[in-house]
């Protein structure tokens, strides 16, 4: 296990505040821009109903925030001098500051960042070949209460403000020029769809080619299966959606997320049979394999059934245990096995590389504090 922890000097550390005091109280903004709302909260449509009778204004100020990434007002160089200084009194371009981060001996990066109000989330920077994928959070904690989670034990605190998820993305494409950040994934802590007008302001914000200019086909919005939220999830956002099913039985996916019992799996697979896309695209449907409770071949099986009539590909993530967990990954071997039955079925199939286990930066290890 090789775990670095890179002090806060580093550039992403200093990126959303200039040098960030040492060892006093964490202040996420220079005082200048404290107590004042956070202009990254603001969508396109938002930043336009600021200028009246100038919308192109808010245009402007959207590519400086999102595409550009600037974090002051007077480097909006097209904006008139005291345009800008009429935002800076009235708003913060605030963002959150880096409290820890950890490179694991893979490549895989975990953040905690402290935000405004103090609390902690984690965000994880996953390479890939030639670019990066980013994990996002969404929430404070989750209220969901998965057992094989370990962001459940540590309850919900809050949601996630627009500017506080894209922050997650901008701050390590500003501190690393060099890498390209291609894919956005809302993986990290919390349930997206309970934070709904947020996550779809911060994926349509980031799948914007005017804003942070990620593929829309590569922002995937991961969820527990909060149906009302996936039935007007294409309506409000072109990102694409992942489901953590995880199970093939009401019995056991009720034991394992106790969301199921709300929305069981007959009405999250209607909604997954009614999701629409655009021709090519596919749900991800995401399977974590518990040794013992959903890993048969049988579960296997059951699922190709389930999945009938569904645009899905799967996705198979064995278990990462973390430290009182009761769970525990199967064989490898029986791994293959159940991907076999998969790669015989008309759904594309893979097994998720699990990255950053030892700095518990893979699925389901985020838990938010600082060591
Ligand atoms: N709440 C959303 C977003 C979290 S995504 C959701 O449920 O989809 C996190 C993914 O990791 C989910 O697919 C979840 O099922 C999976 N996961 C959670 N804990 C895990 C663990 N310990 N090992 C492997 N995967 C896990």
Not at 266 to 281: H, N, S
Not at 296 to 304: D, I, M, N, P, S
């Amino acid at each position: 296990m090789k775990v670095r922890t890179i002090p806060k000097t580093t550039s992403l550390a200093t990126a959303g505040t200039g040098a960030p005091p040492q060892g006093r109280a964490r202040i996420p903004w220079d005082a200048a821009g404290a107590g004042l709302p956070n202009i990254l909260d603001m969508d396109k449509h938002g930043l336009r109903g600021l200028f009246a009778g100038e919308p192109y204004r808010g245009d402007q100020v959207y590519g400086w925030l999102f595409s550009k990434g600037v974090q002051d007002f007077n480097d909006m160089t097209d904006l008139p001098k005291d345009l800008r200084a009429r935002l800076a009194s009235q708003w913060a371009i605030a963002y959150p500051e880096v409290v820890s981060h950890k490179v694991s001996a893979d490549g895989t990066e975990k953040f905690a960042y402290a935000l405004a109000d103090g609390c902690i989330v984690e965000s994880v920077l996953i390479p890939e070949k030639g670019h990066y994928s980013v994990c996002v959070s969404s929430q404070v904690g989750c209220a969901m209460g998965c057992r094989f989670c370990l962001t459940a034990t540590r309850g919900f605190t809050r949601n996630l403000s627009p500017g506080e998820i894209v922050s997650q993305v901008l701050m390590p494409i500003r501190a690393y020029p060099e890498r390209r950040f291609t894919n956005v994934v809302f993986m990290g802590m919390g349930e997206p769809l309970l934070n709904y007008p947020n996550v779809i302001k911060a994926a349509n914000i980031l799948a914007d080619p005017a804003g942070v200019q990620i593929s829309k086909r590569r922002v995937t919005v991961s969820t527990c299966g909060i149906v009302p939220a996936i039935e007007t999830f294409p309506r409000d956002t072109e990102a694409g959606l992942a489901v953590s099913l995880n199970a093939t039985d009401d019995e056991t996916r009720s034991f394992l997320m106790p969301i199921n019992k709300k929305y069981p799996l007959a009405d999250l697979l209607a909604a997954l049979k009614g999701f629409d896309m655009p021709r090519r695209r596919r749900i991800t449907v995401e399977y974590v394999l518990l040794k013992g409770v959903n890993d048969g071949v049988e579960h296997a099986r059951r699922l190709v059934r389930l999945l009938h009539g569904i645009r899905a590909k799967v996705n198979l993530i064995p278990f990462n245990p973390w430290p009182g967990c009761p769970f525990e990954a199967p064989e490898p071997s029986r791994v293959l096995e159940f991907e076999a039955v998969l790669r015989d079925s008309p759904f594309t199939v893979m097994i998720r590389k699990e990255k950053g286990k030892d700095i518990l930066g893979a699925c389901g290890q985020l838990a938010g504090g600082i060591p």
